[in-house]
Protein backbone atom coordinates (compact mmCIF):
# COMPACT_ATOMS: atom_id res chain seq x y z
CA UNK A 1 0.00 0.00 0.00
CA UNK A 2 1.50 3.20 -0.97
CA UNK A 3 1.52 6.14 1.31
CA UNK A 4 -0.15 6.78 4.73
CA UNK A 5 -3.22 6.35 5.67
CA UNK A 6 -5.93 9.31 7.09
CA UNK A 7 -8.42 6.76 8.91
CA UNK A 8 -7.88 5.34 12.24
CA UNK A 9 -7.03 6.09 15.66
CA UNK A 10 -3.09 6.27 15.04
CA UNK A 11 -3.58 8.74 12.08
CA UNK A 12 -5.44 11.21 14.52
CA UNK A 13 -3.28 13.92 16.28
CA UNK A 14 -2.58 13.33 19.79
CA UNK A 15 -4.92 15.95 21.53
CA UNK A 16 -7.45 14.10 19.62
CA UNK A 17 -6.42 10.65 20.56
CA UNK A 18 -6.13 11.62 23.72
CA UNK A 19 -10.01 13.13 24.32
CA UNK A 20 -11.43 9.82 22.91
CA UNK A 21 -9.12 7.76 25.45
CA UNK A 22 -10.24 10.38 28.18
CA UNK A 23 -13.80 9.31 27.03
CA UNK A 24 -13.67 6.22 27.42
CA UNK A 25 -12.04 6.04 30.63
CA UNK A 26 -14.55 7.57 32.10
CA UNK A 27 -17.54 5.56 30.63
CA UNK A 28 -15.87 2.49 32.09
CA UNK A 29 -15.08 4.37 35.08
CA UNK A 30 -18.89 5.23 35.29
CA UNK A 31 -19.70 1.21 33.77
CA UNK A 32 -17.75 -0.41 36.79
CA UNK A 33 -15.52 -2.50 34.48
CA UNK A 34 -12.38 -0.08 34.67
CA UNK A 35 -9.42 -1.57 36.51
CA UNK A 36 -8.05 -0.24 39.15
CA UNK A 37 -4.89 -1.24 40.99
CA UNK A 38 -4.36 -2.02 44.28
CA UNK A 39 -1.20 -1.43 46.02
CA UNK A 40 -0.12 -4.99 45.59
CA UNK A 41 -0.55 -4.99 42.09
CA UNK A 42 0.92 -1.86 41.29
CA UNK A 43 4.01 -2.83 43.43
CA UNK A 44 4.17 -6.29 41.55
CA UNK A 45 3.78 -4.65 38.34
CA UNK A 46 6.38 -2.09 39.34
CA UNK A 47 9.36 -4.90 40.26
CA UNK A 48 8.40 -7.01 37.03
CA UNK A 49 8.94 -3.77 35.25
CA UNK A 50 12.15 -3.17 37.27
CA UNK A 51 13.52 -6.77 36.91
CA UNK A 52 12.42 -6.40 32.92
CA UNK A 53 14.65 -3.33 32.52
CA UNK A 54 17.73 -4.17 34.31
CA UNK A 55 18.44 -7.29 32.38
CA UNK A 56 19.48 -4.31 29.57
CA UNK A 57 23.14 -3.85 31.07
CA UNK A 58 23.41 -1.01 28.38
CA UNK A 59 20.72 1.22 29.32
CA UNK A 60 21.47 0.81 33.10
CA UNK A 61 24.88 1.47 32.68
CA UNK A 62 23.84 4.38 30.51
CA UNK A 63 21.51 5.69 33.36
CA UNK A 64 23.73 5.24 35.83
CA UNK A 65 26.40 7.20 34.31
CA UNK A 66 23.68 10.21 33.57
CA UNK A 67 22.78 9.70 37.15
CA UNK A 68 26.69 10.23 38.73
CA UNK A 69 27.24 12.83 36.15
CA UNK A 70 24.06 14.87 37.65
CA UNK A 71 24.93 14.15 41.45
CA UNK A 72 28.69 14.89 40.73
CA UNK A 73 27.99 18.38 39.28
CA UNK A 74 25.52 19.40 41.89
CA UNK A 75 27.99 18.58 44.78
CA UNK A 76 30.91 20.29 43.69
CA UNK A 77 30.97 24.44 44.08
CA UNK A 78 33.43 26.79 43.01
CA UNK A 79 32.75 28.71 46.24
CA UNK A 80 34.40 28.92 49.09
CA UNK A 81 33.20 27.02 51.99
CA UNK A 82 31.76 28.49 54.97
CA UNK A 83 33.57 29.81 58.03
CA UNK A 84 33.97 27.38 60.80
CA UNK A 85 33.79 29.64 64.26
CA UNK A 86 36.41 29.16 67.03
CA UNK A 87 36.64 29.94 70.17
CA UNK A 88 40.03 31.28 71.13
CA UNK A 89 41.94 30.71 74.53
CA UNK A 90 41.03 33.80 75.58
CA UNK A 91 37.46 32.89 74.80
CA UNK A 92 36.50 35.23 72.34
CA UNK A 93 34.59 33.79 69.50
CA UNK A 94 36.01 34.21 66.00
CA UNK A 95 35.61 32.83 62.31
CA UNK A 96 37.92 31.08 60.27
CA UNK A 97 37.76 29.91 56.76
CA UNK A 98 38.28 26.22 56.20
CA UNK A 99 41.31 25.42 54.70
CA UNK A 100 41.02 24.18 51.30
Do not use: C, W, Y
Request: charged share 30%; glycine share 14%.
Amino acid sequence: MAGTSKRGFASMNADKQREIASKGGRAAHAKGTAHEFTADEAREAGRKGGMAISQDRKHMADIGRKGGMESGSRGRRSESPAPAAVVSDAGDLALMAHPT
